[in-house]
């Protein structure tokens, strides 16, 4: 049998031996630690385990909660800071980067068109680029995961018309800043952020009996209301009625940005009193009188005061940090904190991390990666300092979940179903092998670049695409004993037994492609 054909034989009896096996198998004595890496941040690196054993799991924790306390490392700012579409406002980045203008009467020639929409895929790729190095190499860990959270949960398309120019900015702007903080504070910046109120069109909502009725502006929207209320606040299943939609599409009408290409103050928020609907409305019972502007900021209150958006938040958070069906009561004792503390999302998740639930080892491995969580964690384990992102990117689209590119507004899932399927398995497998076994040229920058330095095509096969290839880079194999080390050697017998029998150069893709590391 050739090493190919072994591999895989060998992942295979792997993934059938978890079912059967590994869950009798005792955890090993830094399972704890561990447990809480694979928690609160994207996964180990190569000595966390020691240092979160000096320092003490609780002191590890609130260090965590205070992210302002942990010191970035200098190259890490460095490299985030030369990222200059991320020094831009939105209205900066339409300036520079959006269609041309209409000049004399005169429409832009198709080739223009097409010339500025190319020049604009620097901005989705220095996105790309911050998420993906800040998740590797930030000491920020918790940081992270919660930028991952909030965006999914207040989710932005990049490939919906002019959101693909402001999703960096988006998450820089409306989300990164609040990740840790007031749940009133998150949502309305990402109410008024211009990202937002295009993504879900209510830039265009329009009272219809209003003086702005004209143009694109011709009634009514109730988008952004809806996912409002059952994505961002109460849920679906948070008592409300379809009058309570229309009335906070009405609420809301007038809500949106000016386009005022040309001038820094363009393409921010922006309240056009011409289209609100200034009549009385009933939301969730109360009323709300007719004043303009100021109707959305009592309705966001309202909403984020909610007893169902406290249940609904806790349960996602649950969802996340602990299991995919999180217990109830767990549910309901994060639910009355968000409650006591007005929606500290600090406070909610210092409850969640001194909970038996979260400690029950019961639910220790119980989460399947996401494909972001699994790319991440392996980079991390591996210790790979990444210079080219577009092998990451190319695997990461094969996986089905590329940053910024879920194109619903509820985000990527969370849950193993989602994700657990033969054929992502399989695609999971490939990755880990080019990343243990073959170059994938990570720590180069590519070959072929174009004036960002980094293209973003659909790639079929990252590895072998030339786009991926660094001049001429030697890559030493990995070392299997570190990187399970690095891991706490948290494997089942039948893993172990699988990865001590195959040769040297397959053991580093057998624990990446283990059930155990798929798992957090």
Same mark, same amino acid.
């Not at 059967?20 to 180990?44: C, K, T, V």
């Not at 939301?283 to 009592?298: A, R, V």
């Not at 909970?355 to 699994?374: H, V």
């Given at each position: 049998?050739?090493?190919?054909?072994?591999?895989?034989? @060998?992942?295979?009896?792997?993934? #059938?031996?978890?079912?059967?096996?590994?869950?009798?198998?005792?955890?090993?004595?830094?399972?704890?630690? #561990?447990?809480?890496?694979?928690?609160?941040?994207?996964?180990?690196?190569?000595?966390?385990?020691?240092?979160?054993?000096?320092?003490?799991?609780?002191?590890?924790?609130?260090?965590?909660?205070?992210?302002?306390?942990?010191?970035?490392?200098?190259?890490?700012?460095?490299?985030?800071?030369?990222?200059?579409?991320?020094?831009?406002?939105?209205?900066? @980045?339409?300036?520079?980067?959006?269609?041309?203008?209409?000049?004399?009467?005169?429409?832009?020639?198709?080739?223009?068109?097409?010339?500025?929409?190319?020049?604009?895929?620097?901005?989705?790729?220095?996105?790309?680029?911050?998420?993906?190095?800040?998740?590797?190499?930030?000491?920020?860990?918790?940081?992270?995961?919660?930028?991952?959270?909030?965006?999914?949960?207040? $989710?932005?398309?990049? &490939?919906?018309?002019?959101?693909?120019?402001?999703?960096?900015?988006?998450?820089?702007?409306?989300?990164?800043?609040?990740?840790? !903080?007031?749940?009133?504070?998150?949502?309305?910046?990402?109410?008024?952020?211009?990202?937002?109120?295009?993504?879900?069109?209510?830039?265009?909502?329009?009272?219809?009996?209003?003086?702005?009725?004209?143009?694109?502006?011709?009634?009514?929207?109730?988008?952004?209301?809806?996912?409002?209320?059952?994505?961002?606040?109460?849920?679906?299943?948070?008592?409300?009625?379809?009058?309570?939609?229309?009335?906070?599409?009405?609420? *809301?009408?007038?809500?949106?940005?000016?386009?005022?290409?040309?001038? %820094?103050?363009?393409?921010?928020?922006?309240?056009?009193?011409?289209?609100?609907?200034?009549?009385?409305?009933?939301?969730?019972?109360?009323?709300?009188? !007719?004043?303009?502007?100021?109707?959305?900021?009592?309705? #966001? %209150?309202?909403?984020?005061?909610?007893?169902?958006?406290?249940?609904?938040?806790?349960?996602? #958070?649950?969802?996340?940090?602990?299991?995919?069906?999180?217990?109830?009561?767990?549910?309901?004792?994060?639910?009355?904190?968000?409650?006591?503390?007005?929606?500290?999302?600090?406070?909610?998740?210092?409850?969640? *991390?001194?909970?038996?639930?979260?400690?029950?080892?019961?639910?220790?491995?119980?989460?399947?990666?996401?494909?972001?969580?699994?790319?991440?964690?392996?980079?991390?384990?591996?210790?790979?300092?990444?210079?080219?992102?577009?092998?990451?990117?190319?695997?990461?689209?094969?996986?089905?979940?590329?940053?910024?590119?879920?194109?619903?507004?509820?985000?990527?899932?969370?849950?193993?179903?989602?994700?657990?399927?033969? &054929?992502?398995?399989?695609?999971?497998?490939?990755?880990?092998?080019?990343?243990?076994?073959?170059?994938?040229?990570?720590?180069?920058?590519?070959?072929?670049?174009?004036?960002?330095?980094?293209?973003?095509?659909?790639?079929?096969?990252?590895? %072998?695409?030339?786009?991926?290839?660094?001049?001429?880079?030697?890559?030493?194999?990995?070392?299997?004993?570190?990187?399970? $080390?690095?891991?706490?050697?948290?494997?089942?017998?039948?893993?172990?037994?699988?990865?001590?029998?195959?040769?040297?150069?397959?053991?580093?893709?057998?624990?990446?492609?283990?059930?155990? *590391?798929?798992?957090?």
């Amino acid at each position: 049998m050739n090493l190919k054909l072994k591999y895989r034989a @060998l992942l295979l009896y792997l993934w #059938l031996g978890l079912i059967a096996s590994s869950s009798a198998a005792s955890p090993p004595d830094n399972s704890q630690i #561990l447990h809480l890496l694979n928690r609160i941040s994207f996964g180990p690196r190569l000595g966390d385990i020691e240092k979160v054993r000096s320092r003490g799991t609780e002191n590890y924790i609130q260090q965590q909660l205070s992210p302002e306390t942990i010191p970035e490392p200098p190259n890490l700012t460095t490299r985030i800071n030369s990222l200059e579409t991320l020094q831009k406002t939105p209205a900066e @980045l339409f300036v520079e980067y959006g269609r041309p203008p209409v000049q004399n009467g005169q429409k832009p020639r198709p080739e223009a068109i097409r010339a500025a929409r190319q020049k604009s895929r620097i901005i989705l790729q220095q996105a790309v680029i911050a998420r993906l190095l800040r998740a590797a190499e930030s000491p920020r860990q918790l940081q992270e995961v919660m930028v991952d959270f909030w965006y999914n949960h207040f $989710n932005v398309y990049s &490939d919906k018309g002019l959101d693909r120019l402001w999703v960096g900015a988006y998450e820089l702007e409306a989300i990164r800043p609040y990740a840790l !903080g007031k749940f009133r504070e998150l949502l309305g910046a990402t109410s008024r952020h211009p990202a937002m109120l295009y993504y879900l069109d209510n830039w265009q909502n329009t009272a219809p009996q209003s003086s702005g009725v004209q143009g694109r502006f011709q009634g009514l929207n109730e988008n952004y209301a809806r996912e409002l209320i059952e994505l961002h606040t109460l849920g679906v299943n948070g008592g409300y009625t379809q009058q309570d939609v229309i009335a906070l599409a009405r609420i *809301f009408t007038g809500w949106g940005f000016s386009p005022r290409s040309g001038q %820094n103050d363009g393409y921010s928020f922006y309240f056009d009193a011409k289209r609100h609907d200034f009549s009385d409305k009933v939301f969730l019972g109360q009323t709300i009188k !007719g004043s303009g502007e100021t109707e959305g900021e009592q309705a #966001l %209150n309202i909403l984020a005061k909610s007893p169902a958006t406290a249940k609904h938040v806790s349960y996602k #958070l649950a969802q996340y940090f602990v299991a995919d069906s999180p217990p109830n009561a767990l549910v309901d004792r994060l639910s009355q904190r968000f409650l006591e503390t007005d929606g500290d999302i600090r406070e909610v998740l210092n409850t969640l *991390f001194r909970s038996r639930e979260f400690w029950d080892k019961k639910n220790y491995s119980a989460k399947f990666k996401t494909p972001y969580q699994y790319v991440i964690s392996a980079v991390r384990a591996t210790n790979q300092k990444v210079e080219n992102f577009q092998p990451l990117y190319g695997y990461l689209q094969q996986l089905g979940m590329p940053p910024y590119g879920c194109q619903t507004p509820d985000g990527y899932k969370n849950t193993q179903n989602a994700w657990l399927n033969p &054929d992502a398995i399989a695609r999971r497998l490939s990755f880990v092998t080019a990343l243990a076994s073959n170059p994938l040229y990570l720590s180069s920058p590519p070959a072929d670049k174009n004036q960002s330095g980094w293209m973003l095509p659909q790639i079929g096969t990252p590895s %072998n695409s030339s786009l991926a290839r660094g001049p001429k880079e030697s890559k030493e194999p990995i070392d299997s004993s570190q990187l399970a $080390n690095t891991l706490g050697n948290n494997f089942s017998a039948n893993t172990k037994s699988a990865i001590e029998s195959s040769p040297a150069n397959l053991r580093a893709a057998l624990i990446l492609g283990s059930p155990e *590391f798929m798992h957090r």
